[in-house]
């Protein structure tokens, strides 16, 4: 690995791989996410390296991580931003909290904003459909937004109080 | 002084946490500690606390303080949260099995699971019955999957055991996908011992010595929670070699999905479990047969399984007499939507979308008209208030052109418009379409760009005609359920709300006022004080002199918004 060849996060990562050495490409799922938890996205020459140590194809290796909602292929914000696209949140307004989401940050579905600090997503559903509509920033759930109370959470974030 | 704290996920979203913190000090002040229990499924009066018998709901700020008092034993207002009498009636109406826990127990504690009667289902069957007799009480209770297919559990658990080999897989599908549905998130973070009880039920049924659980990744308190049930079940020797002191060994482990909604599929979520892409195959073989690893695989879900020890507890017969000829026991069911009191209810199969809606759910939020039901996700059908005296049964939803799915109930009232909701259903499969198939993968993505047209005002003849037809060739050129029932949402809504389709298509009207492109925005002169707060506030500048623009407007909405007099007219 020649880019983010931090020596600590590379001796997790192997760390991680050894725990799975016996176990053939079955475990090319967890082993990514062990990996995407190391270093926050997942690097190609990172996923390079997977390739080389577990002898997965890097064809097949990518099949996998392009086909799961869950892995990044882009640097992440500090704090990923999850807005829950579900029906109940549909019906009850979560296009309004897009858009406040939207501009607040400027940035669109994917994209991470130009300081750094958040990367915004849409999820399928987050199942808290008696919240709705409903986000998570990090691994906290936010429920029944409005565009203002989005704007503050987000103000919060940004300011660092939370 | 018994005090506990509702943290499930929804719970914890409402304040639970800070919550239960500030009470459980308190407690500790005078000898004594909170309590931690999982959902009661009443979402619409979190964060719940529970202080000996008495229930305290929506629990703000100053209810804290409250309760701070009433611990402390100090002069207090906490009456003013105490739930209504009416309200925990409520509860009484339903009959809760895969439920029975949630709520009740603290879903970290083996020891309270068990002093529900937890793991003697499992004593039960591994120690005082045959293989045969445990298929044999699971075919008497009539228990089907409750994942979506209905598919009878005990047929599938019959032919995993005759398939031939040594080593057998139980599976847990907890890869709950629809959106609108989070029973199997709450039956996990509040009963998980349930789940793991009836894993090992079925593994001794099938003759299995792996358990997997694929769970979301979007479900982190049930991962955690799952993770901590698996190590005490360790600990007490209920998983592992030798349980209960006979040859059954069995163990489970976790797995977490990574994002699919495909993966609810069962082929799918082998593929994934082995590392693939999770794309569905062709069935034969079936799991049962060749499943993970090419080995027999019984794959339930979540609710199924915690069906199972109930069933083994109290007997098939006692299951099978609730519910109707085709449809046995209970089924939980997450209302939401438009509904006034929404969160899990679990019913008897058989009762009416009416019971739900209006004697359970309390009716719709602000007094406003129900129009529909959505039943069964992306895969289902809105079924109109015309038919709310259907009976829940598998046969029944059918007939209707929905289906009972996994269970999420989504509520729809006046301003809700269907031609939209079946445009964001389309929407959804498009992006969880995994793209083998091409009637899947092309068709949806026409039938959406076709909604999305008319829900853009660009509707012309001839498109209601083209949405049936590419419907019927999408369901009949498809492989898995996935695509075969993706076109049930526009099917349904044409079926009984094709007027709405027509409005949008020949008159450019929404009448649920919901997509925007073809709503007029105007301001009543008659009504307006000239305040001038929608001028100042419009982002578009399309309003000057109180009159809106129509070339500028975005039709965002927020002059309606703001207007404290009505004053702005939405057409």
Request: charged share 25%; hydrophobic share 35%.
């Amino acid at each position: 690995m020649n880019c983010n060849c931090n020596a600590e996060l590379k001796r997790k990562l192997e760390s991680e791989l050894e725990k799975y050495a016996d176990s053939g490409k079955g475990a090319l799922i967890p082993i990514l996410q062990k990996a995407q938890e190391i270093y926050g996205w997942l690097p190609a020459d990172v996923l390079e390296y997977i390739g080389k140590k577990t002898g997965i194809k890097p064809a097949k290796i990518t099949g996998v991580v392009t086909f799961y909602t869950q892995f990044r292929t882009k640097p992440a914000g500090k704090h990923l931003i999850l807005l829950c696209q579900g029906t109940a949140c549909h019906v009850n307004g979560s296009a309004e909290i897009e858009s406040a989401i939207r501009g607040r940050l400027n940035v669109g579905e994917g994209e991470i904003t130009e300081d750094g600090l958040f990367t915004y997503n849409n999820a399928a559903c987050l199942g808290c459909c008696s919240l709705s509509p409903v986000m998570m920033v990090g691994d906290k759930t936010y429920g029944k937004l409005t565009r203002e109370s989005t704007v503050k959470i987000l103000d919060e974030y940004a300011g660092g109080a939370v | 002084m018994k005090i506990s704290v509702g943290k499930g996920s929804c719970g914890i979203a409402a304040g639970a946490d800070k919550i239960f913190d500030l009470l459980n000090r308190e407690a500790e002040n005078i000898g004594g500690s909170a309590a931690v229990v999982g959902c009661i499924g009443m979402c619409y009066l979190e964060p719940i606390v529970n202080i000996n018998s008495d229930v305290y709901v929506k629990v703000d700020e100053k209810g804290v303080s409250e309760l701070v008092k009433l611990i402390r034993g100090e002069e207090n207002n906490a009456a003013r949260y105490k739930a209504d009498k009416e309200e925990l009636a409520l509860l009484s109406l339903q009959t809760r099995i895969a439920l029975q826990n949630c709520g009740v127990i603290n879903p970290e504690s083996i020891d309270e699971y068990i002093e529900k009667g937890g793991y003697e289902a499992a004593k039960k069957c591994i120690t005082g019955m045959t293989y045969e007799a445990v298929i044999a009480e699971i075919k008497a209770s009539g228990l089907s999957g409750r994942g979506g297919a209905g598919f009878p559990a005990w047929f599938k658990w019959q032919a995993c055991r005759d398939s031939a080999g040594e080593k057998k897989y139980i599976i847990c599908n907890a890869d709950e996908g629809d959106p609108g549905a989070f029973m199997d998130r709450a039956i996990l973070e509040s009963d998980p011992h349930a789940v793991l009880e009836g894993m090992i039920t079925a593994a001794f049924a099938i003759g299995a010595d792996e358990g997997i659980i694929y769970v979301r990744a979007e479900y982190p308190l049930a991962v955690a929670r799952l993770e901590k049930a698996i190590e005490q079940a360790r600990e007490r020797g209920l998983l592992g070699m030798n349980i209960f002191g006979s040859e059954f060994c069995f163990d489970i482990h976790i797995k977490a999905g990574a994002g699919a909604f495909v993966c609810g599929e069962e082929t799918a979520l082998i593929a994934s479990l082995e590392g693939e892409r999770g794309m569905p195959r062709l069935k034969p073989p079936f799991p049962a047969q060749k499943g993970y690893r090419n080995k027999p695989s019984n794959i339930n879900n979540v609710e199924t399984y915690a069906n199972v020890p109930w069933i083994i507890r109290n007997g098939g017969a006692a299951f099978s007499e609730l519910g109707t000829d085709n449809s046995k026991g209970t089924k939980v069911f997450a209302l939401t939507g438009k509904i006034a009191k929404g969160g899990l209810v679990e019913v008897p199969m058989g009762c009416t979308i009416r019971d739900v809606v209006h004697n359970i759910g309390g009716g719709i939020q602000g007094g406003k008209k129900f129009k529909a039901v959505q039943m069964g996700g992306p895969s289902g059908g809105c079924i109109p208030a015309e038919l709310q005296d259907t009976e829940i049964d598998y046969k029944s939803l059918a007939e209707t052109g929905a289906i009972m799915g996994s269970g999420g109930m989504v509520v729809m009232d006046e301003t809700t418009c269907m031609v939209d909701i079946a445009r964001f259903f389309l929407d959804f499969t498009c992006k969880e379409s995994c793209g083998k198939c091409t009637h899947c993968r092309v068709g949806n993505r026409r039938l959406l760009e076709i909604l999305e047209r008319i829900c853009g005002g660009k509707g012309k003849d001839g498109d209601i005609e083209l949405l049936s037809e590419l419907s019927e060739d999408i369901k009949t050129g498809s492989l898995c359920a996935l695509g075969q029932t993706a076109p049930n949402p526009v099917l349904t809504t044409l079926r009984y709300f094709k007027n709405e389709y027509e409005d949008h298509i020949y008159n450019k009207k929404c009448t649920a006022r919901s997509c925007k492109p073809l709503l007029t925005y105007t301001i009543d002169l008659k009504k307006c004080k000239k305040c001038n707060l929608c001028v100042k506030k419009c982002p578009a500048g399309a309003i000057t002199e109180l009159i809106i623009d129509s070339s500028k407007c975005t039709k965002c909405g927020l002059c309606a918004d703001l207007c404290k007099f009505g004053a702005i007219e939405v057409i």
